[in-house]
């Protein structure tokens, strides 16, 4: 099985909602991750968990709060976000997170929208 | 810092024809190099990847990708273009060591016409 969900599909939220998109895996793998991903553009990183712990934090706003529960499941907490928030955003995982080899398995995707 | 350029934001062929698309890499370390493949509202999916064991790759849906470390390349070629592989198609490269990180080129658009 080489399947990443993620939950829910789409999600439409004001900016005084507090949601959370859901990430998960069954493959094993011990790094996990989030980009974000804006219209006819490359997916950006956002976080990264490495054994279950935040490895990588690339300047993303407090608005924004990830959380790993344990190592097949990565959250991503939003609260008073902004329009310009707006993206599909994309959860990963591989195998190790330490090996620049390792494949990176994507999930279909949330497209978030901030009204 | 490693990082990828694309050459051609938009790629168009003809079904039947050639598929060509350009990546070429900027890397102070050997790089570990991708291609990925996203489909409308869809996630990213893995065409294939070079990791040094050989210079010419194959990967799925009969795509394959050659490393030429004198040009800085890995260009991304099929034979035979099907209207399914209308995509977005994104080359990255990763840093390795101890925190892994793929840094993306800003992707190729390829329209297969009938």
């Known amino acids: 099985d080489t399947e990443v969900t993620q939950t829910p599909k789409h999600l439409v939220m004001g900016m005084t909602n507090k949601k959370s998109l859901k990430c998960e895996q069954h493959?094993?793998?011990?790094?996990m991750y989030w980009y974000k991903q804006k219209a006819k553009k490359p997916p950006e990183l956002m976080f990264v968990?490495?054994?279950?712990?935040?490895?990588i934090n690339e300047s993303v706003p407090s608005r924004f709060s990830p959380e790993c529960p344990n190592s097949s499941l990565l959250n991503l907490h939003l609260h008073a976000l902004q329009p310009e928030d707006s993206a599909l955003y994309l959860c990963?995982?591989?195998?190790?997170?330490?090996?620049?080899?390792?494949?990176?398995?994507f999930g279909p995707g949330t497209r978030l929208t901030v009204l | 810092a490693q990082s990828v350029t694309q050459l051609g934001s938009h790629v168009s062929v003809s079904e039947g024809a050639l598929v060509l698309l350009r990546c070429n890499y900027s890397?102070?370390?050997?790089?570990?190099l991708f291609w990925y493949v996203q489909y409308p509202n869809q996630g990213l999916q893995l065409l294939l990847k070079y990791t040094s064991a050989a210079t010419l790759v194959k990967g799925i849906n009969g795509f394959e990708a050659e490393f030429k470390k004198s040009e800085t390349s890995f260009h991304l070629t099929k034979p035979s273009a099907h209207m399914s592989d209308a995509a977005e198609y994104f080359c990255a490269v990763s840093s390795g060591g101890s925190n892994y990180k793929l840094t993306f080129g800003k992707g190729t658009l390829l329209t297969v016409n009938p």
């Open positions: 990963a995982s591989s195998p190790q997170g330490r090996r620049g080899t390792d494949t990176q398995y």
């Open positions: 493959m094993g793998h011990r790094a």
């Open positions: 968990y490495s054994y279950e712990k935040l490895s």
């Open positions: 890397s102070s370390v050997p790089p570990y």
